[in-house]
Every structure is written in C-alpha cells, then in structure tokens.
C-alpha cells in the first residue's frame, strides 16, 4: 500500500512566516512517526490528537511533509485547530462532526468496484463515531454505505432496508444506550458485523460501558467488537477483513 501524500502547496504554507519562531526546530524529540507501519500492517499510521499540544501537531506535520507522506488525524478538537497556526489548518480537511482531519489527499477509490462496507447507526446521536468510521474507510479509499437511525425503538426502520443491508459483506453496527441493534442485526445477516459502541446515553449507560458489555454478551455468534466511540478502530477491523478477502500476490 503506498502511502498517502500530503496536500499540494503544503510545504510553501507549512514553512511560510509567522508560523514558529525564527529559528525553531520543525520537529519534536516526543515525534517519531511510524512510516513502515503500512508495510507491516496494511495502515498507515494515525495521529490520535487528543491530549496533543498544537505545537506538537504542528511539528508531527512537519515531518511528515519533510518525509513526503499524508496523514489521518482522530479526535482533533475544534479548540486545538483553532490554535493551529492559519497556514496549517489551511493545509488540513477538517470535519467537524467527527473531529478527525486529512493531511493530504484520501486515496481515491479502486475503479468501478462494489462497495464492501455499510455503517449502521442506531440514532442521530451515534454519528460523531460513525462518521469517524465513515472518513478512515475513505482515507483508504474505501466507500461506505450509510444506514442512519435505523435503532430498534422503530424495528421498522431496520427492516424496511434489510434487503439493501445484507448485501454488503461487512457491517459496522453503532450504538449507544442498550445497543441492542447489533444482536438483532447479527441475528439477521451472514455479514461479518463490526459492533461500535457510543457513549449515547443516560445515567446507567455510563458512559458507553452498558453498550459495550452488551456487545461482548451479545447471544449473536461471530461478532467482533471495539471500544467505546472508537470508529477509527471499527474502520480499521473493516480494512483488516478486506485486506484478508483480497487475493495474495
């Protein structure tokens, strides 16, 4: 997998006045990027940015437009942008609802072929996760189709578009309160289901922690499950499946 390449006329914006001190260093001694990891692993790396400083934003995308690659960032709050530098948030694809960002352009997708992945969300309030799903498929260049607020307090929602479903051979399943929607789902379905757990929920939902264990006791056989919110890792339990679908060269 070749790696992804950072924006055009970055490097002019990313090395433009004004945006450190004269004088200081581009990089950072925390800063060492994993640039193999795609060659190990079939992923690039990613940038988790919460508790990053912008400072050390700025000099992990420093040296990655010195080595030449694009980057995903995850949970990079509006807050921590706004303390970007101007000519560093212009060189990002910022996306609110997901608080993630590209450096650099996604991959585009392989020619005509089918779309592999669907992402189901239960309710409205599940989508800042499942848009995080949604972009790292497309950082990868893999489309994804979208099924929203279909949860099983309207089971109708669900049914009137089973059919369409069960055509997608992967299904990333988010769900928040008793996520009851991945046991019906993976009751319903021969996909391979992918259970994300929101942090939708009142009192005893605690935080995601009812969505998950109700995942992982699932009654439904075969299903894998990640960590609360964790989009960016239900996307990549996707790609690892595709990656094992695809033919060895």
């Known amino acids: 997998m070749s790696p992804a390449r950072p924006p055009e006329g970055a490097h002019s914006r990313l090395a433009g006045q004004g945006r450190r001190p004269k004088g ?35 000099a992990i995308l420093g040296q990655a437009q010195e080595r030449g690659v694009g980057l995903l960032l995850t949970r990079l709050s509006a807050q921590q ?16 609802l997901s608080r993630s960002a590209y450096f650099g352009a996604a991959r585009p997708p392989a020619g005509e072929a089918d779309t592999r992945v669907a992402i189901l969300s239960a309710g409205t309030s599940d989508l ?27 089971l109708w929602r669900l049914t009137d578009r089973l059919e369409e479903i069960r055509r997608f051979p992967i299904l990333i399943v988010a769900a928040g309160m008793d996520a009851a929607l991945l046991s019906v789902v993976g009751g319903l379905v021969r ?35 990640v960590n609360i919110d964790n989009g960016y890792g239900a996307a990549c339990t996707a790609l690892r499946m595709l990656h094992a679908f695809a033919p060895r060269s």
């Open 81 to 96: 942008l706004d303390a970007l530098p101007v000519t560093v948030r212009a060189a990002l694809d910022y996306d609110p």
């Open 191 to 225: 996909s391979c289901v992918i259970g994300l757990p929101t942090s939708v929920g009142y009192g005893v939902a605690c935080g995601g922690r009812t969505a998950l264990h109700a995942m992982l006791a699932s009654c439904a056989p075969g299903l894998a499950v």
């Open 128 to 154: 800042p996760a499942a848009r995080e799903a949604q972009r790292t498929l497309a950082w990868y260049g893999e489309p994804a189709a979208e099924f929203h607020d279909v949860g099983v307090a309207g």
């Open 24 to 58: 200081a260093p581009v990089s950072s001694p925390e800063v060492r990027l994993d640039l193999n990891r795609a060659e190990r692993v079939g992923l690039d790396e990613a940038i988790f940015c919460a508790g990053k400083s912008a400072g050390q934003i700025e």
